[in-house]
């Protein structure tokens, strides 16, 4: 079954100060494994795609990395608009491709 | 206007009614989708549509049901709403496989 795991549950961080978040996942024949930004009460919105291990993607102060096991959204210097739920998802062969989300991180960057 | 479209914006219903949640979109998209969200659980697809004549149980389908009247039309039924219902509900829709999704802005729904 397809699953994905992300860590930590919430991130407290000073504007300035770098970390990456992880994204675990099993998955039956990847076809990709997307980060999605979401501000309180809205919709997620769409951020990166990775579809094999060693690809890596960047926007502004984010990186997105992927390996066979696991993803990284690494924030450099972040700033307090940064605050947000990052959630990853993984689209799989299973169930005719469908995609599963992990339950997000929450981001709090303060000034 | 949204490319995702999904109304009410926000509902408040009795035990045992019977509601539907609307999603429209103008993407041109087949897959359509309607996910549920809980504090702390993510993200949870109940149901999804390939096409219209595809519909497709998720994780969570139980005391749901779904309507895909076109390609640019998903409607998810609640038959006999129930307190454990109250969530932010969700449609997506996607492109090709291995695209990414665009969701609405949500349903916020309250069951007393």
């Known amino acids: 079954e397809d699953q994905v795991t992300q860590s930590p549950e919430a991130l407290r961080l000073q504007e300035g100060e770098s970390s990456s978040l992880n994204c675990s996942y099993t998955?039956?024949?990847?076809?990709?494994l997307f980060w999605y930004r979401q501000d309180p009460g809205k919709g997620p919105e769409f951020l990166f795609t990775?579809?094999?291990a060693g690809e890596e993607k960047e926007k502004e102060r984010l990186k997105a990395t992927l390996t066979k096991k696991e993803s990284f959204l690494h924030i450099t210097a972040p700033k307090p608009e940064d605050s947000a739920t990052y959630l990853c998802a993984v689209q799989g062969e299973t169930g005719g491709f469908k995609t599963i989300f992990g339950a997000g991180t929450r981001l709090f960057v303060k000034a | 206007d949204a490319d995702v479209t999904q109304t009410p914006r926000n509902r408040i219903t009795k035990t045992g009614k019977r509601i539907m949640l609307e999603c429209s979109q103008t993407k041109g998209h087949d897959r359509m989708y309607w996910y549920r969200q809980d504090p702390g659980l993510g993200l949870r697809l109940i149901y999804y549509s390939f096409d219209v004549k595809d519909i497709n149980k998720g994780e969570i389908s139980d005391g749901y049901s779904v309507s895909r009247q076109a390609q640019a039309k998903f409607s998810l039924s609640l038959e006999s709403a129930i307190p454990n219902q109250t969530a932010l509900y969700f449609c997506a829709t996607s492109d090709l496989v291995g695209t990414e999704a665009f969701f609405g802005q949500g349903t916020r729904l309250t069951v007393v």
């Open positions: 998955v039956s024949g990847l076809r990709g």
């Open positions: 990775l579809y094999s």
